[in-house]
């Protein structure tokens, strides 16, 4: 069950990010059908290499599994600049948030 998620995440995600199964074999320092192997079924990626998937779309592994968050990336980057808020205006983002849910 968990295998055939992560699986079609790292595709969804490799899609999103706009890279093909070669180049990101070729950035995480493997060879040109290593993500391949794992989107077909072949192989899983070890929890080290869990971890430079999770950092080559600059998300958490808590951000990779949650399949509520369309755009992991774009939440990270999102959460990041909140991060940085004073109290105020985090009060005014989550003002605007709030309109836009209603």
Known sequence: MYE???RERITQLRIKKGVSEYQMSYDLGHSRGY???IS???SLP???EFIA???YFDITPQQFFDSDIKDPELFQQALVG???LR???LRMV???INRFLQ
Request: hydrophobic share 35%; glycine share 4%.
């Open 4 to 6: 055939q998620f992560i």
């Open 35 to 37: 993500v391949n192997n």
């Open 40 to 42: 077909s079924g072949k």
């Open 46 to 48: 070890s929890l080290k």
């Open 53 to 55: 998937i999770c950092d």
């Open 82 to 84: 909140l991060k940085q």
């Open 87 to 89: 109290e105020k205006d």
């Open 94 to 96: 989550l003002e605007i």
